[in-house]
């Protein structure tokens, strides 16, 4: 089993974007585990004000809410922190959805439930090593994330 990743870098920043009050707390309560700072914020429009305040390492964020959805603040997300990580999450998925998540700027793309141990492995690359994951397009056709 990995090391908390606090041992590496504490001050890791990350905002978790989800309207499900459950979810939020179980991906804060996990980030928090993992020794990073977090923001967790319901709605996509809450989301814009506080990119706009602060930097943050990973960005995780739902892609069906109400108001402004994931999708629709992926392409506003890459403007306003153009480097940072972008990992999808849904429990609506389809080959449509993960093809324009993809199309929108998100780095991985992942359906709930989700594997908190390859959430913890991706966490690793992307945020430490700063390796990011190929997108499927990336690797090829049939070697990608998606689960059809």
Do not use: C, W
């Not at 974007?17 to 709605?43: A, K, Q, Y």
């Not at 603040?73 to 609506?92: D, N, S, Y």
């Amino acid at each position: 089993m990995m090391e908390p990743l606090e041992s590496v870098r504490p001050s890791a920043r990350i905002l978790i974007i989800e309207d499900d009050e459950e979810m939020r707390s179980l991906l804060n309560d996990f980030f928090v585990e993992e020794g990073f700072e977090t923001d967790s914020i319901s709605n996509g429009y809450d989301a814009l004000g506080i990119l706009i305040k602060k930097p943050f390492d990973l960005i995780m964020t739902d892609i069906r809410m109400p108001g402004l959805t994931g999708l629709d603040i992926l392409p506003r997300i890459k403007k306003l922190q153009p480097g940072v990580p972008i990992i999808v999450i849904t429990a609506f998925g389809s080959e449509e959805v993960h093809r324009r998540a993809y199309e929108r700027g998100a780095t991985v793309y992942l359906e709930k439930p989700i594997h908190f141990e390859k959430l913890r492995e991706l966490i690793h690359q992307m945020v430490f090593s700063r390796h990011v994951p190929l997108s499927p397009v990336e690797r090829g056709k049939g070697e990608g994330e998606s689960r059809g």
